[in-house]
């Protein structure tokens, strides 16, 4: 996925008006959250652009839903194994907002100059009247979440009474003694619950009011906060509708339950991994283009080029993840993340720039020698259904590596399916052998084949275009060549330790 984020400082500056009364002499109106969601949505969907920009494989499935809930002002939950999105595609809705929005400076609740909701809020309009000053907020800070963990409390996410204000003289009964909770101080904004079945019951209770009746309870004060904000959370299918830990009232509250999923197509995986796979190096996150060579830039210090992954080996894990999640060794209940891809994608890059600082290579090129680095890597994203009490170590790297060659073979033969690789092959008849290994460079491996024969041609079937072809990524793809072969049971390949030998 090529992440597509709000950028880190503003688009545009903020307005001017910076008092009530400028503000009212231009014409400002309040207009609640759901409304301005609703209305930035209809404008995306009208211009043809996308709603929720950066979200891979959903377009069909999980968005239309998500617009519907939207429009329709519902409070939404999403339903979904670990790894397929959930709580991007919630900070991602934070792009519908207005990029800039009103506020009464000195606010805890982020109030509309036009709607003022506290005690604090109308003290303030009575005493300054048209000079109450005016901030602006970015739609970046309109945004608050919560991690559901046992020991969140209802002060967390609610309030509770502030004994210090108490102390500076106001009595018990003042509703400014309350110190608000997450919840409040995102008024005007979008709040996120991410687990919400891990919330005790009775913090499931203090949800209520604010789904329902949009207001707030603190102890025993007679506090009413008219509360202007969007509720989403998060959870597990399982634990939210097996286990019975979510109250029953809490989920009539919600207007509507949404289905994610790992992506369905292949081609989706891909996108997603060319979006997630950072590189780090190059101090960017996200937006990396594993794929091509990335210019001419080099990386701070390290005296190489930014380094490439081929097509065929982002298409290897991409086919290596949906065999692991489709694998009966797997517990399905747990899922496999897409951070299980993006990760081993990110260790195969990362032996690639190893070997070119050992051996000296210019630009680091990953090959099929760097893939067995992501199985002890990745092994512990997974949860083996046969692990018991008792864990084979041994037995699960063997499922992973198994999985990881059947992916091999499969990206072998889509992408060189009536390719004629038997020059390549009968280098092999007089009992010559090619040894390759993760330390092995490019110019080093070439040399023991020599001249092969439509190199040109198995370069332009992987996707390497003409003019960049060089000596690292025809020795990948070449290796790419040989582990197919023997895959296809057409050469045979010896491998210890480090070191891989393909013979006859």
Known sequence: MVEVTEPATPATPSPSPTTLGDLRAGGASYRPVKAELRSNLLARLGAGQPS?????????????????????????VLLGERGQGKTRLIRTLVGLLDEWTPVLVGSELNEHPLHPISVWAHRQIAEHGDATPVGWLHRSERFGEKLATPDTSVGDLIGDVDPIKVAEGRTLGDPETVHYGLVPRTNRGIFSVNELPDLAERIQVALLNVLEERDIQIRGYRVRLPLDLLLVASANPEDYTNRGRIITP????????????????????????????????????????TGRAGGGDTSAGSGFDLPIVPEHLVEIVARFTR????????????????????????????SAVRRAAIAGETRPVARVVDLPSVVPASRGKVEFADAGSDPDDERELEVLEHLLRQATAQTFRARCAGLDLTGLQEHFTGGETVESGELVPAPALLGQLGTI?????LL?????????QSAEQAAAAVEFALEG????????????????????
């Open 323 to 350: 065999l692991v999640r489709e694998s009966s060794h797997v517990d399905q209940r747990s899922g496999v993340s897409a951070r299980f891809a993006i990760a081993g994608l990110e260790t195969i890059t990362a």
């Open 52 to 76: 929720l920009p950066g979200m891979v494989g959903f377009e069909d499935t999980v968005l239309p839903e998500v617009e519907r809930a939207l429009i329709a002002g519902h409070d939404l």
């Open 485 to 504: 072969l023997y895959l296809t049971r057409r050469l045979a390949k010896d491998t210890d330790g480090t070191r891989t030998v393909y013979g006859a």
């Open 453 to 457: 024969p439509k190199l040109a041609e």
């Open 460 to 468: 332009g079937r992987l996707g390497v275009p003409e003019g960049e």
């Open 250 to 289: 809490l989920k009539d509250r919600f207007g509507a339950e949404v289905r994610t999923h790992y992506p369905i197509e292949l081609d989706d995986e891909i996108r997603l991994l060319h979006q997630e796979a950072q590189t780090s190096w190059t101090g960017r996150e996200g937006g990396g283009d």
